[in-house]
């Protein structure tokens, strides 16, 4: 069979190999005009020596990528770091955790039908950015869950990315920044115990070794259930060692290695019945105002999450002079994850003779205890996903005239592959049902295996970029960047004939695997940004930019289709996203406290339209999504002892051209709060006493739609409370106790497609910690 290619534009970007592209950067960049470099008289500068390591506090001034030249007050963009001292002090463990200190970022999703969504599956400004999470600035993969043990801090990116990272979610990417080794010498570490068998221990060891070299090494080891929810656990261990050489000199070898094992029970939700906005179906109107426990478990103990995350980085950065610094990092990263999940449909019908059908049924009506409801979707995963990446930078500040500019530029390898190995049931058609309100998970019944019908995808990608910030006097910064990205993804999978969703065998015995066309699409993409800053003084900074980023077929997951409805068919134009922002940033009380303000807007194209067809019947890519809105932060020390955090975003999302995606008719987006705000403060007493606490706040979402029916269309607003209680016992160790949800708020914290599943809101729990450093 012949595969699909998709080559619309010719490639002005012949990509040259690796060795090449890097002397190249090394040789080439290095020939700008004259460059002035060492001479700081003539408008260049020393560069910033920038340690995320050094951060102390909720405020950081910097992230850590070299391609961003400024401070974030002199940044025209949303960007918001969450440092380590934040996420720790409120116990936070996972990066999903440590994003509740954004306002509308976080995993509202559970996933479509049986398809359980795992790990970060991350929503912020109306869209999925799961596929846009990056550690030191190079992409992770996988759908799992990501520990915080090993990073420093989160830097969250709000509007098109593109332009910074490549490919991205159309609304901003999320950067975890590692912990690495340095010439302190420290120990520190973390035990907690908590409600509901919460065990957790983390250790960080930093040692010199000699006046130039370090190791560092951080550790965890965890074993926790699930606050309020039955049989879920949580259980890792990881290390991440960290070899430094060459520290405060001119030339720095880093070599950074991460590997973290999993062994969770994940969590299938709960049926919405009951729930505000759900309407019974025939044979289930005994059930209305009768909601199951959110604390029941409706799978079983064959149900498993084993994910293995191995990761390898080794970078070197080279100062020429004072004013110019060569980086190159090298990765290779592997993930593994063998997951089964057992999921459900809360459907009821009545038959023609009256008896129950669907998959809730009853032996006696009036009688709640003997509901009972089908385990017959057990979803099955086997993935590994595996990256090589060779990225090289060039950091200059020079001036030509009275203008001064900080550049950043460089070249990028990538090769991303993932593949899938597939599985089906092989013995018993689904697990025995559950009763409805005291389910058991310790059932049999069910043998599974893997059948041939695998896929892999593959993404190489060659890019190259340039930023710039221009000084235009004192006051006035224009900042501009364009990158190109030539990409080539390659997809090929097999799938099983006959059988529930299989294609027709013909001549073939029913289970033969059948290999489908090679899917191919190829091309180069240009994302570019523009911005401009004005300090109206030392304190504060008024800002406009926009951005395009775009994102290719097949551009979040490797796995390109030939469904026509589908954005991932190569046959189709990349999806686009424009932002435009405009705001205003302060710094207050000698830069320890930091105001911001943007007011912006996301247009979306190029999406899938059904409702405008082409001349073979076939959706036209002419729909369109739009988000407005404004977000306000708060970080920083408003005296020495009080210290806060706190945030504020209004969305006002619309599908301007296309079918509404949501479930109750309206053009808003789903999975995406109108309203949000979340906020944290502690006050530090003289006698070693720390009170704190903070409140985050969601208003009502939208879920998506399909064709289920009676299920809520929605889920409410809630408002939750958290307190902190710390004592420093001595200047080594420090006692705290955390609080969540402290008046025991019941919420949907994330709702299915469909409407059947939700996930529920963690009550009242308790942890105590003993801090410790040294």
Not at 166 to 186: C, F, W, Y
Not at 412 to 422: A, I, K, L, P, V
Not at 436 to 454: F, K, M, S
């Amino acid at each position: 069979m012949n595969p699909i290619k998709s080559r619309k534009h010719a490639s002005a970007f012949r990509p040259l190999p690796l060795a090449t592209a890097s002397l190249a950067a090394g040789l080439g960049l290095a020939a700008l005009p004259s460059l002035a470099f060492a001479d700081s008289n003539d408008g260049a500068r020393t560069l910033d020596k920038v340690d995320v390591h050094a951060t102390r506090g909720y405020k950081a001034d910097k992230v850590a990528s070299p391609k961003f030249t400024q401070s974030l007050q002199d940044t025209p963009q949303t960007i918001q770091v969450i440092t380590a001292d934040l996420f720790n002090q409120q116990g936070a463990t996972t990066l999903t955790e440590a994003l509740r200190n954004s306002p509308g970022v976080g995993t509202f999703f559970v996933g479509e039908n049986g398809n359980t969504a795992t790990g970060d599956a991350l929503y912020m400004r109306g869209f999925d950015t799961s596929s846009s999470l990056f550690v030191d600035g190079v992409r992770d993969l996988g759908s799992i869950s990501r520990d915080v043990f090993n990073t420093e801090q989160v830097e969250i990116t709000k509007g098109p990315a593109g332009t910074d990272n490549g490919r991205s979610a159309p609304t901003g990417a999320i950067n975890m920044v590692s912990k690495q080794a340095t010439l302190h010498d420290e120990v520190s570490g973390t035990a907690s115990l908590g409600s509901d068998q919460q065990r957790r221990a983390t250790a960080d060891w930093n040692q010199s070794l000699g006046a130039t070299s370090a190791l560092r090494l951080n550790a965890v080891w965890q074993d926790s259930d699930q606050p309020g929810r039955d049989h879920v656990n949580n259980s890792r261990w990881g290390i991440a060692p960290s070899l430094a050489f060459g520290l405060g000199t001119d030339t720095r070898y880093v070599l950074n290695l991460l590997y973290v094992d999993q062994d969770n029970v994940p969590d299938g939700g709960v049926p919405t019945l009951g729930l505000p906005g759900w309407i019974p179906q025939p044979t289930l109107e005994v059930l209305a105002g009768h909601p199951v426990d959110p604390q029941n478990f409706y799978g079983t103990r064959a149900d498993h999450d084993d994910v293995r995350a191995k990761m390898a980085t080794f970078r070197i950065e080279h100062d020429f002079n004072d004013a110019v610094r060569l980086t190159n990092t090298a990765r290779w990263g592997r993930t593994e994850q063998d997951y089964l999940l057992t999921a459900f449909m809360g459907t009821g019908t009545r038959a023609a003779n009256g008896a129950p059908t669907g998959n809730i049924r009853y032996t006696d009506r009036n009688d709640l205890s003997t509901y009972t409801i089908a385990r017959s979707l057990p979803t099955l995963k086997d993935q590994r996903n595996t990256l090589l990446t060779d990225q090289l930078n060039l950091r200059a500040d020079f001036a030509t005239g009275a203008i001064a500019h900080n550049l950043s530029t460089g070249l990028e390898y990538t090769r991303e592959e993932m593949d899938s190995f597939g599985q089906a049931v092989t013995g018993g058609s689904s697990w025995p049902a559950a009763n409805l309100y005291a389910p058991d998970w310790n059932v049999g019944g069910l043998t599974w295996a893997h059948n041939g019908a695998d896929a892999h995808g593959r993404t190489t990608t060659w890019s190259a970029y340039l930023f710039d910030t221009l000084h235009l006097g004192e006051r006035l910064l224009l900042t501009a960047g364009v990158r190109a990205d030539h990409y080539d993804t390659r997809y090929a999978s097999s799938v099983v004939c006959g059988g529930r969703a299989g294609p027709a065998c013909g001549t073939n015995p029913v289970g033969t695997v059948l290999q489908t066309p090679t899917l191919e699409a190829s091309d180069t993409l240009l994302n570019w940004k523009l911005g401009v800053l004005y300090k109206a003084g030392d304190t504060a900074s008024i800002y406009a930019n926009y951005a395009l980023s775009q994102q290719p077929p097949g551009g979040s997951n490797f796995a390109l289709s030939s469904s026509a409805s589908s954005l991932d068919n190569p046959r189709l134009d990349p999806q686009e996203a424009k932002t435009f922002e405009v705001g205003s940033k302060w710094a207050f009380l000698d830069d320890a406290l930091a105001l911001n303000l943007a007011i912006f807007q996301t247009d979306v194209e190029n999406e899938i339209n059904t409702q405008v067809l082409d001349d073979a019947g076939n959706p036209t890519q002419t729909g369109s999504k739009r988000v407005k809105g404004v977000e306000l932060s708060a970080v920083g020390r408003v005296t020495d002892n009080w210290s806060l955090s706190a945030g504020y975003s209004h969305l006002d999302t619309e599908v301007k051209e296309g079918a509404n995606v949501a479930a109750d008719g309206t053009s808003n987006l789903t999975y995406t709060p109108d309203d949000a705000f979340t906020a944290w403060s502690t006050y530090a007493l003289p006698f070693g006493l720390t009170l704190g606490g903070g409140v985050r706040y969601s208003s009502a979402m939208h879920r998506g739609t399909d064709g289920a029916v009676g299920t809520p269309s929605f889920t409410k607003s809630y408002t939750v409370y958290d307190a902190v209680l710390s004592y420093a016992v001595n200047e080594a160790l420090v006692l705290r106790l955390n609080a969540y949800n402290v008046f025991d708020k019941q919420y949907v914290a994330a709702i299915n497609k469909s409407g059947y599943r939700y996930t529920p809101g963690t009550p009242r729990t308790f942890l105590l910690s003993a801090d410790f450093r040294f």
